[in-house]
């Protein structure tokens, strides 16, 4: 219990995908500009990564460490292509909104990175519990950053205008404005951890 | 080269391969599943995308192939309308197919974006929708325009001679009078941010109807 506790943990604060370890960022930069996309994205995300936790945390002891690299990205793409397939297939509403975001993952190297750092070590529960954890840690992230985003670019939250009148700074939702936001945000956590020490 | 070297280029040989065939296999296995439900979505969207495009009811579509381009005639009463076509534009990251109507004069009667994968929150945004909904009463008023800004703003104008402008405003932040210049100079307003999306949906229609144009001229 204390392990699952602080494997959650490490995923949301602790080892934060985008604000700790910085990974994932392509997909985070171009994707937080509504809260819209970066929710999808989130869900999309953390899908296939409980899912290539899984199967690589099952695999593991099979793939001879020279060669694991090919095969997890290999294991990956699959699972990617594999739920893209049934997705359009049977879920053509939900295809609608998050097809887009689908291949966009398997270059997502959050799912690469946990497969190499997680779950080649650790045995199927764990690595499901890490996939879970990350991923909401990564939906967060992606939340916090779009939510600011939106709001100061665009003057809306979840496609809805927000305060009438007000000029929004187009830059936010901009490259530029992905950058500033990021900083921003790693620069508050980490005054955050420096106080609690 | 010893024999430990040998084995081990073996063994992982073996195990690239074993991956690799399951993957494959799998894959394919699925895809063959997956293939017929995937075509009959799109014919469904292909539908309701025609009826978008085409209105009212009564129309008859007639598929034709003609000199490797392929296009459906469209008619009402037993007069020919227009014609349909799909235009296929290479993207950011994707082939953006649009569907596209015009009338014999090759005015644009509509055009549906079928499919792309352009990237979130820049290029993808060549289908949003335009809302004017608050945050404080979105549960009040209901969304009258559901239809995509970019789509929207090639509605009358001529395919055979658009125009992209961009670095200005965005169509659906002009007011009415901006937009009638707009279509009048036959002008399409680029995503800011997207220009590679943008023009690849106006230079593909372009092309698709210049070509068709010359054949029916013929």
Redesign the interface.
């Given at each position: 219990m204390a392990k699952i506790k602080e494997l959650i943990k490490d995923g949301i604060w602790n080892k934060n995908p985008v604000l700790v370890q910085a990974i994932g960022l392509c997909p985070t930069l171009a994707v937080t500009t509504s809260l819209k996309n970066g929710f999808y994205m989130g869900v999309a995300s953390t899908f296939v990564l409980v899912g290539s936790n899984v199967i690589i945390s099952i695999i593991k002891s099979f793939i001879p460490a020279k060669v694991r690299i090919p095969v997890y990205i290999t294991v990956i793409a699959s699972f990617v292509t594999l739920v893209q397939l049934f997705v359009s297939a049977y879920l053509p509403e939900l295809n609608k909104t998050l097809g887009i975001f689908i291949p966009l993952i398997v270059v997502n190297c959050i799912i690469l990175g946990r497969a190499e750092a997680f779950a080649s070590k650790n045995g199927v529960f764990d690595s499901l519990i890490d996939g879970v954890s990350m991923g909401i840690g990564f939906t967060l992230a992606l939340m916090i950053m779009a939510g600011i985003r939106e709001f100061l670019g665009a003057n809306k939250l979840f496609d809805l205008l927000v305060i009438p009148g007000f000029e929004p700074a187009a830059a936010m939702i901009l490259p530029v404005g992905g950058f500033l936001t990021m900083g921003v945000l790693i620069a508050i956590m980490n005054y955050i951890n420096m106080k609690k020490r | 080269m010893n024999k430990e070297m040998l084995n081990?280029i073996l063994?992982?040989s073996l195990?690239?391969v074993i991956?690799?065939m399951v993957?494959g296999g799998?894959?394919s296995f699925?895809?063959l599943k997956?293939k017929s439900?995937?075509e009959e979505?799109q014919k469904?969207?292909e539908l309701a995308a025609k009826n978008v495009i085409f209105k009212d009811k009564g129309y008859v579509f007639k598929k034709i192939k003609k000199e490797g381009i392929e296009y459906e005639e469209v008619y009402k009463n037993g007069k020919l309308e227009g014609y349909l076509f799909k235009a296929y534009g290479p993207g950011y990251s994707s082939v953006i197919v649009t569907l596209v109507g015009v009338d014999t004069n090759f005015n644009i009667k509509g055009i549906v974006i079928l499919s792309?994968?352009?990237?979130?929150?820049?290029g993808?945004r060549i289908k949003e929708v335009k809302?004017?909904?608050?945050?404080f009463n979105?549960w009040k008023k209901k969304s009258e325009n559901t239809k995509p800004w970019f789509e929207e703003q090639f509605e009358g104008l001529n395919a055979l001679s658009l125009k992209l402008i961009k670095g200005g405003k965005e169509y659906k932040d002009l007011d009415d009078k901006a937009k009638e210049k707009l279509k009048k100079k036959n002008e399409i307003t680029a995503l800011?941010?997207a220009t590679i999306s943008s023009n690849a949906v106006l230079s593909s229609i372009k092309a698709k109807a210049d070509s068709l144009y010359k054949i029916l001229k013929k």
């Open positions: - | 081990n063994k992982f195990v690239l991956v690799g993957a799998s894959l699925v895809y997956t439900k995937i979505q469904k969207e792309q994968a352009e990237t979130p929150g820049l993808a809302s004017d909904k608050y945050i979105f800011s941010g």
